[in-house]
Nanobody, 118 residues
């Protein structure tokens, strides 16, 4: 059974940084899977933030380009989202996803709250 567990969310001031982690279990050949981070703010639809393909290629939403970096450690079955220069509009629940499609959307974590506020 696939499990994705996010961590690293919290409250941060504007301009600050956070690093989210997503630990995957139950995935055979993790390195072959595409991984992604999505977010959903109150009253809004879930949106793709960043995705990383099995081969290492990445894509970002325009709103986070230059500020967020997605990476993966296949030895640890973990994907990361480094978030710098955070803005109040980045406030949302962030979800990890995995799958064979790109961007992935087959399996989901439970989400981790990120709040950017002074």
């Amino acid at each position: 059974q696939v499990q994705l567990v996010e961590s690293g969310g919290g409250l941060v001031q504007p301009g600050g940084s956070l690093r989210l982690s997503c630990a995957a279990s139950g995935i055979i050949f993790f390195s072959f899977k595409n991984m992604g981070w999505y977010r959903q703010a109150p009253g809004k639809q879930r949106e793709l933030v960043a995705a990383i393909a099995s081969g290492g290629g990445t894509n970002y939403a325009d709103s986070v380009k230059g500020r967020f970096t997605i990476s993966r450690d296949n030895a640890k079955n973990t994907v990361y989202l480094q978030m710098n220069s955070l803005k109040p509009e980045d406030t949302a629940v962030y979800y990890c996803s995995s799958g064979s499609s790109y961007p992935p959307n087959s399996y989901w974590g439970q989400g981790t709250q990120v709040t950017v506020s002074s």
